[in-house]
């Protein structure tokens, strides 16, 4: 089966704010395992339902599987909710839908949140570090908000206009084939 499709920013379906899931459907689940081959595919360590044009608040994690060794080990977390942070960490952030960019975002450096897992159980994540910051990361992609917003507006605008240019091109390219 393709691969589910991941949206690039500009596109504004990224900035819809997603709706709780209320019950645990097989639909769900079938997301789920859709966005975990997105993520591991691309690859990546974090997606959320949104970039995969599914407006629901799941999102799944795996920080470490891309470490030489490691083992696939994702999180997949329904209606992540943070309930407290502390400290403050800075890391150069990339995301799946905003292609050729990075930068360096400030957020929490620890979290707590509160989720439920694939089968409706409750559960409790504490995190740090690099996987503080990337829960943080999709869960705002559940608010439709980009790691872009998070940055100096002057760097914003200048990723804005080379991705412009970047779509402009691509276009071109497409009608001359
Ligand atoms: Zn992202």
């Not at 917003?149 to 779509?167: F, H």
């Amino acid at each position: 089966m393709a691969l589910r499709d991941v949206l690039k920013f500009p596109d504004e379906r990224l900035r819809r704010v997603s709706q709780p899931i209320e019950e645990i459907t097989d639909e769900v689940r079938e997301l789920a395992r859709d966005m975990l081959e997105v993520m591991y595919d691309e690859p990546g360590i974090g997606l959320a339902a949104p970039q995969v044009d599914a407006p629901v608040r799941l999102i799944v994690v795996d920080t470490e599987w891309t470490e030489e060794e490691a083992e696939r080990n994702p999180l997949v977390l329904v209606n992540p909710e943070l309930v407290d942070t502390s400290g403050k960490i800075t890391w150069t952030e990339g995301c799946l839908s905003v292609p050729d960019f990075e930068a360096e975002v400030e957020r929490a450096e620890r979290v707590r949140l509160h989720a439920e897992d694939l089968d409706g159980k409750e559960v409790e994540i504490e995190a740090e570090g690099l996987q503080a910051v990337c829960l943080q990361h999709e869960i705002d992609h559940l608010d439709g908000v980009l790691f872009i917003d998070r940055i100096s507006r002057l760097k914003r605008n200048r990723y804005t206009e080379r991705r412009k240019k970047q779509i402009r091109r691509e276009r071109e390219e497409a009608e001359e084939a």
